[in-house]
Each structure stands twice: as C-alpha cells, then as structure tokens.
C-alpha cells in the first residue's frame, strides 16, 4: 500500500476484473471462437454465437431471467436511455407522464430531462430521510397519462435498497411500465425477476468484476412491444440494440455472472462483515453521521459524513486509500452530492461525505488500515480549522493582528494570526477550512509574510496566486476570501 499504489475503497465505481474473466476474455479473443461474426451462417460464426448463448444463460441466471429476455447494451448508462427514451417512444401516444426519483444515477436522470424539453412531464420524488422511496409516494404520483415509472434498486452513493417490488406492483395493476436501475444489486442481492413486477432492469458487467463496455437490459416477454429501440441497423437483439455483439466481452459478462451467483450468499456475510468492521472503527469519531442509516442497505456500501470537514481535502489527504466523495469537487456538476442533499443533510455534510464501497478483493486489513487513516485525517483538518480554536482574538501577550474572513458553513473560513515588531511582521500562522487549493495556498501567503511592512503586507493578487499554485479559475472566489483575511490584518494594523 502506497500514494502510488493505494487501497482500492471504489468498488460502486467500478470493480476490478476477476482474474478468471480476463483468462476467459483472453482466451476468446485469441480462440477461433473470437473470430467469427455471430450473426454468420458458417462455422466461425456457429461457434462465436453459441459461445453468446451460454454467456447470456449465465447472465440470465444470475437475475432469474429467462435469457431470451436478455437484451446486450454497452453497459447500464445505455440500458437506462433504451429503457427511458425506448418507452417513452413506444408508449407516447398513451401519455406524456414519466415518474422517477431525485436519487437515480445521471444516466437516468439525463434522459427524463431530455424528454422534459420534448414536452413530457416527469415528476421526481425525493427520498425519506433515510434515503427511501416511499411506494405510496410513487402511487401518488401516477396520473392518467402515466406510461413509466423508474426507480433504481439501490442506490449507488448510499447504497440504500428500495422496496422494487411494492412500486413494481403499483404500476403493474394499473398497466404502467416499470424500469428499474440495478446496476449496484445485480450480483449483490439475490434476486429473481421472474417472481417480481418488474418490466425492464438495467445492469453492467463492470459494477460485478466483469469488462467496461458490456451490459444488459432485461426486457419482460410481455413489455417486448412497449419498448421501441434507439439505434437502427442488423436487427440484433430483437431489433432493440442492432450491432455486431461483441463476442469477447458477452463471454467475460456471462463468466462474471456464473462467478457472482455461485459466490452471492457467502460474499454478502463477508462483505457485510467488513462493512460493519469498518463503521466500528468510525462511529467514535466526533460529529460522524451514517447515511442511510435507517434504510436497508446493501452490504458493500458504507458512505459517512462528518461534521466540520471539508471533502475533497478530505479524500485528498487520504493518499493511501481510493475512494469517493459527495464533494462539488468530485462531481461534474460543481454541486455537493444531490443524492445526500435530498436525504436532507445540510450542504456542508453533504460536501463532506465518504463513500467507501467494498469489494470482493477487500481484506479486513485493508479496513483497519482505512479506518486509522481518516480517523487521523479527519482530526488533523479539524484542527487547522479555525473553529479548532477558542476565538479569533488576538492574545494580549504579544502585539497580535488578527484577520478572518469567510465562516462556519461557508466555502471558506480563514484566520490569519501575525506577529508583528518594528513595523514588520515576524511570524504568521492560519487556521483554515476549506478546498486543498485553498489550503495550499494559505500555507503558500503565510510563508510569504515574514518580513513584510503593513503597506505591502498582501504579497501580489488573488489571480497571481492562482497561477503561481495552479488553481482553477472557477477557484479563484475562493482566493479572494484569503485576500479578505489579510486585508483585515491590513486594518487592524493601521488603526494602531
Ligand atoms: C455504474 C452505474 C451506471 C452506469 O453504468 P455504465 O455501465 O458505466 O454505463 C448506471 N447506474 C448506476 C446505479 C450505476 O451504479
């Protein structure tokens, strides 16, 4: 375990390949089996396509599908839009109404908004604050015009699980569709579609050690028409997903399958195991909150926030462990997890959550190792934030010129401290909260101000910083916080 080599916590983003999948897939590419396109009369393409057919068995099996259910798709993002967007086609002319929650993955939600400007309503449910969906709240959400209703099964932040088939039975009585996003269950929970209300499911062969690039949508026999297909071409898979299947990764996907489903039961004990080793280790900490605490969970998942801390600094300092967080930082939109905002936690915890997701290749070793690392990583950001000390007063003891800006809850909150004899300053310390550019350019200004007269106390300006330390420039507000701190040591200093 190193910086460079550091222990892999990420498992809900994606899972490492099992070593027997990459002997399969190699052996595949290499056999004659690979060469051969499955839709071809002659032998090569026989082969490739019965290789396909047992892959897709074991994909079946694993979900208690039959597998001509099974519709091959590059991986669960495009699942979600042939689920969304093929039932929206399909079923337009019935109504113009989708139901879904504030929790989904993007992959779902990017669609939704995609019909949203094609004239479709979609009403977006929040969860309880233990992360659920409320069936009732879904059933109070359907109308008339209702032609689907998408809800994931768990939730890939918090890893809550929801109640499928109570919403799927709602939808079920009244002839309305019913997707739902497994990508985060399929190979942890046992599951059998066959005995649940569910009309189309999407998984990924990548979430359970399987290939990047692979995935299903599971179409029930009787929502085959419902669905209309997104792409055009060979007519492959039902006419729902035309294109050359890729012989290689099926048979990597169908092997992950066979793998999962004979290790399922005693994974989840272990895994759950694990989970609860590691919560042990957190739940000391002070100011430590577990998400989804009230709601089922699966057992791979264990996502915490913690008061006071900042998140990207957070997981920043924790070089040794490989892991994410609901920081703005750490997503695309620029926004503190919306999953945690919806669970009702303030922004600031929200922004300071850890997702550790656990996987087959996790030791309690690993665990112990992590819990010590953000036990002390978590203690050494506290105590450089400000709110570590008593109050921001200067100490009589010496002449002591106290600058603060920002504040608790806040983006920022910095406190400069200087030390100043003959006109000069001759120390600086800071206490700060915040991003680790932030940080870093904090314990950059206050290297710089030894030596320096009240004049030109402020070394230079915000965009300099930023330059001089690589700092983005959508960062820079953050930097003119810093300049606001200085410059109250600036008047301070001239009013005596
Ligand atoms: C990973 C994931 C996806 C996306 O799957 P890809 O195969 O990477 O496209 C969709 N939904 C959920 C819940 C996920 O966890």
Redesign the pocket.
């Known amino acids: 375990m190193s910086a460079d080599d550091p222990i892999y916590l990420d498992n809900?983003?994606?899972t490492p390949l099992d070593p027997t999948v990459i002997e399969v897939m190699t052996r595949s590419l290499a056999h004659e089996g690979g060469r051969g396109n499955p839709a071809s009369g002659h032998v090569f393409g026989r082969r490739a396509a019965e290789r396909i057919e047992a892959a897709r068995a074991e994909v079946g099996a694993l979900i208690g599908a039959d597998a001509a259910d099974i519709v091959f798709t590059?991986?669960?993002?495009?699942a979600?839009n042939l689920a969304v967007l093929g039932a929206a086609r399909a079923e337009g002319h019935r109504g113009r109404h989708l139901v879904s929650s504030r929790i989904e993955?993007k992959?779902?939600l990017d669609p939704c908004r995609r019909l949203e400007r094609d004239g479709w309503t979609v009403s977006l449910l929040a969860p309880d604050r233990s992360g659920r969906i409320d069936p009732g709240a879904v059933a109070a959400a359907l109308r008339p015009d209702t032609v689907l209703v998408s809800v994931?099964w768990?939730?890939?932040e918090i890893g809550v699980i929801q109640d499928v088939a109570a919403i799927g039975s709602l939808c079920r009585e009244r002839g309305i569709l019913f997707h739902t996003?497994a990508?985060?269950a399929v190979g942890k929970l046992p599951m059998d579609v066959r005995s649940l209300p569910i009309d189309l499911m999407?998984f990924?062969?990548?979430?359970l050690y399987g290939p990047?690039g692979i995935?299903a949508l599971y179409v029930h026999a009787q929502a085959r028409a419902r669905v209309q297909p997104l792409l055009f071409g060979g007519g492959q898979e039902r006419g729902l997903r035309p294109g050359t299947l890729p012989t290689h990764q099926i048979v990597g996907f169908g092997t992950a399958c066979a793998l999962a489903r004979a290790a399922l039961a005693a994974e989840a004990k272990r895994l759950s195991a694990l989970r609860e080793r590691l919560w042990e280790q957190l739940r000391g900490i002070e100011g430590v909150y577990l998400n989804g605490e009230d709601a089922p969970r699966i057992p791979g998942i264990l996502n915490v926030s913690f008061e006071g801390v900042e998140g990207e600094s957070l997981v920043t300092g924790l070089v040794d462990l490989a892991l994410s967080t609901g920081s703005a930082c750490n997503s695309a939109s620029g926004e503190p997890s919306y999953v945690l905002r919806a669970l009702g936690r303030d922004p600031q915890l929200a922004q300071s959550s850890l997702r550790f997701s656990l996987g087959r290749f996790s030791t309690p070793a690993d665990i112990d190792t992590a819990g010590a690392a953000v036990r002390r990583e978590v203690a050494r950001l506290r105590e450089l934030s400000p709110a570590a000390e008593p109050s921001g007063r200067a100490s009589d003891a010496a002449r002591e010129l106290v600058g603060e800006a920002g504040g608790p809850g806040q983006e920022v909150w910095i406190r400069f401290r200087l030390r100043v004899t003959e006109a000069r300053v001759q120390g600086a310390s800071y206490r700060v909260y915040g991003c680790p550019h932030t940080l870093a350019v904090a314990a950059w200004l206050a290297e710089r101000l030894p030596g320096r007269s009240g004049a030109d106390l402020i070394p230079g300006a915000p965009a300099e910083w930023a330059h001089a330390l690589d700092v983005p420039i959508e960062k820079l507000g953050r930097l003119l916080v810093l300049e606001d701190a200085l410059g109250a040591c600036q008047r301070r200093w001239s009013e005596v």
Do not use: I, R
Not at 74 to 78: C, D, I, K, P, Q
């Open positions: 809900a983003a994606t590059s991986g669960a993002t495009e979600d993955h992959a779902v994931l768990v939730s890939n996003d990508a985060q999407s990924t062969a990548h979430k990047k995935g």
